[in-house]
């Protein structure tokens, strides 16, 4: 079945929950069709009213993420940035705030999974999984902290994984150690400058059917078919998770009804990890 066709985003329906805010979207692509969680939080942001700053590696799936967005009416910038690089995170929030004079909200969405165990990886995939899974949470919090300072404010939705503090059946040893802590550093920012009207909160998706798991996991571990009815049956709901769901999730945390919610890690599993609890 086409992943386009598998979990469609849901009708456009415009709200308001983030009127007047910029979000500034890190991993805004998707990875193939259908729809990766930065994209569909990207959308999301923007059909509650707030401008976007879609970012990418590759700029043509930043700017296919920023199409959509304006195609519904709204207002996207598409950029192209390294996000293992510190320079090519500050560049990119200068050209945001170029465009829409401040940034509100950031989304960290970028997550590559590294397979392997221990003794698998290598000195280099190791420090890409570092890179990747916990480098951005502390280039943009680098960057940005000041300007929130300076604003009176600001929330980061940093996006981890239950395999950060569960064993989710996989050998991914990297990319577990590099979710645990976004999960930590999450904290650490949300009680450091809770004084200071800055919130950060992360989101834990489980099992999440999204063009990566096609185009990475897939690749891997065998037949795409038989991986995604295994890992439906892994989940107590009976399914997997779809992009929306982690974006939705990611919306009320930056949005002013989460106001009061702080440091907090949300799992969005069906269940999955109340499961393995032991």
């Not at 395999?163 to 645990?180: D, E, H, L, M, N």
């Not at 990566?212 to 795409?224: E, K, N, P, S």
Request: with cysteine; net charge neutral.
């Amino acid at each position: 079945m086409n992943q386009a066709v598998r979990n469609p985003m849901p009708p456009f329906h415009p709200g308001t929950r983030m009127a007047g805010k910029v979000v500034l979207v890190l991993g805004a692509g998707s990875s193939g069709p259908g729809w990766g969680n930065g994209k569909a939080a990207a959308v999301l942001y923007a059909r509650e009213g707030a401008r976007i700053a879609c970012i990418d590696i590759h700029e043509a799936a930043a700017e296919e993420t920023a199409e959509i967005i304006r195609a519904e009416g709204g207002e996207a910038l598409a950029l192209a940035a390294d996000v293992t690089q510190l320079d090519a995170i500050n560049r990119a929030v200068e050209a945001t705030i170029a465009r829409f004079g401040r940034i509100d909200v950031a989304h960290n969405n970028v997550g590559v999974v590294v397979p392997g165990g221990p003794t698998d990886l290598t000195e280099e995939s190791f420090q890409r999984g570092i890179d990747l899974n916990l480098g951005p949470v502390w280039r943009s919090a680098k960057v940005l902290l000041p300007r929130f300072l300076e604003q009176g404010g600001g929330v980061f939705v940093n996006i981890a994984s239950i395999a950060g503090i569960r064993w989710t059946g996989y050998p991914y040893f990297v990319y577990s150690a590099a979710k645990v802590a976004v999960v930590q550093a999450t904290k650490a920012i949300a009680l450091q400058y809770a004084g200071q009207n800055i919130r950060a909160n992360a989101v834990l998706p489980g099992l999440i059917d999204t063009p990566l798991v096609h185009r990475q996991i897939a690749g891997v571990f065998g037949d795409v078919e038989t991986l995604i009815a295994k890992r439906n049956n892994a989940v107590p709901t009976g399914q997997m998770g779809t992009a929306y769901d982690v974006a939705a999730a990611s919306l009320f945390l930056a949005s002013d009804e989460a106001r009061f919610i702080t440091g907090v890690t949300l799992p969005v599993d069906g269940g999955q990890s109340e499961t393995m609890r032991g």
